[in-house]
T-cell receptor, first 113, second 111 residues
Framework: AQSVTQLDSQVPVFEEAPVELRCNYS??????LFWYVQYPNQGLQLLLK??????LVKGINGFEAEFNKSQTSFHLRKPSVHISDTAEYFC???????????FGAGTTVTVRA | DVKVTQSSRYLVKRTGEKVFLECVQD?????MFWYRQDPGLGLRLIYF???????EKGDIPEGYSVSREKKERFSLILESASTNQTSMYLC??????????FGPGTRLTVL
């Protein structure tokens, strides 16, 4: 079975600074990878996903992530954050041809002025 | 735009009550899911359904059941609510193995 580890539970960051959220997964077979964001009092919204092809994936709101198969990682980055990026971020993985997602525990990003 | 709606945003029930959480999606998706979200644990899959009247257990099905009589509707049932079922419940739907679309969540408190 696959599992996901998000290495930071809380990431405080100043406005306009860069941010990186780390995600590692374990699986013996190929996977799909996802990052979701949850703004306060809302459901989850897809930021970006890796299914195949280029290992650098661009998503909404200026976020991007890089798939590294040798390190089994899928880290999320944004070069300059805004106050509105304050949210909880979840990394998720699914096996190919499987409907189910396995989620990490989440990383809370707090952006300060 | 895909829309997933959940019947209540907040719900307060008493121990032992039977609780129904309803979820409706408007995109004709085959797959529907129920998760619970707890701080520090992320989202954990309770049940999912890949077709009408079909269901499969997720990682934490104990204490829950589900019903899917129509394609657009997926219900989560707590037969006898307990305090350890106090949580945020999220419904999602998807087409095939692609992106899951989530509802706004129901925050359930069991007293």
């Amino acid at each position: 079975a696959q599992s996901v580890t998000q290495l930071d539970s809380q990431v405080p960051v100043f406005e306009e600074a860069p941010v990186e959220l780390r995600c590692n997964y374990s699986s013996s077979v190929s996977v799909y990878l996802f990052w979701y964001v949850q703004y306060p009092n809302q459901g989850l919204q897809l930021l970006l996903k890796y299914l195949s092809g280029s290992t650098l994936v661009k998503g909404i709101n200026g976020f991007e992530a890089e798939f590294n198969k040798s390190q089994t990682s899928f880290h999320l980055r944004k070069p300059s954050v805004h106050i509105s990026d304050t949210a909880e971020y979840f990394c998720a993985v699914s096996l190919l041809n499987d409907y189910k997602l396995s989620f990490g525990a989440g990383t809370t990003v707090t952006v300060r002025a | 735009d895909v829309k997933v709606t959940q019947s209540s945003r907040y719900l307060v029930k008493r121990t032992g009550e039977k609780v129904f959480l309803e979820c409706v999606q408007d995109m004709d998706h085959e797959n529907m899911f129920w998760y619970r979200q707890d701080p520090g644990l992320g989202l954990r899959l309770i049940y999912f359904s890949y077709d009408v009247k079909m269901k499969e257990k997720g990682d934490i099905p104990e204490g829950y059941s589900v019903s899917r009589e129509k394609k657009e509707r997926f219900s989560l049932i707590l037969e006898s609510a307990s305090t350890n079922q106090t949580s945020m419940y999220l419904c999602a739907s998807s087409f095939s193995t692609d992106t899951q679309y989530f509802g706004p969540g129901t925050r359930l408190t069991v007293l």
